[in-house]
């Protein structure tokens, strides 16, 4: 069964720091692994999407690493904003028939000016 | 196209009423998701279509819940009897599945509250 876990669960950082964020998932069946940002109270906004064929992925500020052999990615965010502050929830999609995304409980970010 | 709409936005129900989601998907994908997600949680599954056919559904999914994709473009998911352990946010997401190639664009998302 494929599990999905994010640390740490909460950071908080002045501005300007370079940060990174993990994710961690038990079965390299994947086809992808995206990271997403979510604001309170709001849906879900598409950062980054890393094929599984794929090491890296970069936009902007934001450079988002996949290691499949060992189950790991990490979200880079650089010079850090306090627009920045969002939750990051990372999500793999299962390899399969059956194509569910599989999430973590995301990484609450707090960027104090 | 822009993206994947949902409709409403936000939702406030009584306990015991019935409530109906909209979801339309970006045009031509052939896969629409379902997902729940409350409060300090990631999302959580809780059905699939492929076209029409609706492909798998998460144990979640008691019988109070249905969803349709009648003509394999806008989908519904419909609670009945709502309870307040219904309270969250409801998103959708639309996929064109090409072999391994399948990214998944989500809604904004209705948020349901349940008094």
């Known amino acids: 069964k494929q599990e999905v876990t994010q640390i740490p669960a909460a950071l908080s950082v002045p501005e300007g720091e370079n940060l990174v964020l993990n994710c961690s998932f038990t079965?390299?069946?994947?086809?992808?692994l995206q990271w997403f940002r979510q604001d309170p109270g709001k849906g879900l906004t598409s950062l980054l999407l890393i094929q599984s064929s794929q090491r890296e992925q970069t936009s902007g500020r934001l450079n988002a690493s996949l290691d499949k052999s060992s189950g790991r990615s990490t979200l880079y965010i650089a010079a850090s904003q306090p627009g920045d502050s969002a939750t990051y929830l990372c999500a793999v999609l299962r390899a399969g028939n059956n194509r569910k995304l599989i999430w973590g409980l995301g990484t609450s970010l707090a960027v104090n000016p | 196209d822009t993206g994947v709409s949902q409709d409403p936005r936000h939702k406030i129900t009584k306990r015991g009423q019935n409530v109906t989601f909209r979801c339309d998907p970006i045009?031509?994908?052939?896969?629409l998701y379902w997902y729940r997600q409350t409060l300090g949680q990631g999302p959580e599954f809780l059905t699939y279509f492929q076209n029409e056919a609706q492909l798998e559904k998460s144990r979640l999914l008691s019988d109070r819940f249905s969803a349709e994709r009648p003509k394999g473009s806008f989908s519904t998911l419909e609670i009945q009897r709502t309870e307040q352990g219904d309270s969250a946010m409801y998103l959708c997401?639309?996929?064109?599945?090409?072999?391994?190639?399948?990214?998944?664009?989500f809604g904004p998302g209705t948020r349901l509250t349940v008094l």
């Open positions: 045009s031509e994908h052939n896969r």
């Open positions: 079965d390299s069946a994947i086809y992808n």
């Open positions: 997401a639309s996929s064109l599945v090409r072999g391994v190639a399948d990214t998944q664009y």
